[in-house]
């Protein structure tokens, strides 16, 4: 074996030690029906929009949005108990949460809760959703359809001013190409400009 497959391998194994947490959801009819999030104590995270996928979105979150996500599974009795409300409440898609450490492995389904810790952890994830989603989309419109990056554009500034969008700083290779290319509409670039400022300074 090469040196180099030796050292992938090595990396693999190294992100892989410590805590992890795992969160699916499965909505049928959903847009998109299947999302599943792994998430490191490093703060590495992986997004799927099926098991299988082979080429998942990356990024990393910051060291205080770990720990605080990392601090509800904590509050949350480290998943080792049932979620369910005992409440009839519409179908919003059966989530999953597993927490792995060591052998120590806890999986809880449920469709609602009324547990705020986890209800928080639900959010989390939603949000990490919602912008690996924003990602994507604009990936897509920036390499096939440069009419639609605007409206790619509005939507990631949408999930910015609601608080939204977490790993803010993976947007920030495409915001610049757009700045810099001027084959993309006056507006997208204004817009993107907009955008990556914002991201570069919260304040």
Not at 36 to 55: H, S, W
Request: hydrophobic content about 40%; overall charge neutral; glycine content about 6%.
């Amino acid at each position: 074996m090469k040196w180099w497959c030796i050292l992938f391998l090595s990396a693999g194994a190294i992100a892989a030690d410590g805590p992890l947490l795992f969160y699916s959801k499965n909505f049928p009819g959903s847009v998109p029906p299947y999302v599943q999030i792994t998430l490191t104590k490093g703060g590495d995270v992986e997004y799927r929009e099926a098991p299988d996928e082979d080429n998942p979105i990356k990024f990393r979150l910051k060291e205080d949005e770990t720990a605080e996500i990392f601090g509800l599974v904590d509050k949350a009795g480290s998943l080792k108990h049932p979620l369910e409300a005992p409440v009839k409440v519409a179908f919003m898609g059966t989530k999953t949460f597993r927490y792995e450490n060591g052998p120590e492995k806890n999986e809880v389904k449920f469709n609602y809760t009324q547990d705020p810790s986890a209800q928080s952890l639900a959010d989390w994830f939603e949000r990490i959703a919602e912008s690996a989603q924003r990602r994507i989309d604009l990936e897509r419109t920036v390499k096939y359809d440069k009419l639609g990056v605007v409206k790619s554009l509005l939507l990631l500034e949408t999930s910015l001013e609601h608080k939204r969008l977490v790993a803010g700083e993976q947007f920030l290779p495409l915001l610049d190409r757009i700045v810099k290319n001027d084959g993309y509409m006056h507006t997208a670039q204004a817009r993107a400009a907009e955008i990556a400022a914002a991201i570069r300074d919260p304040k």
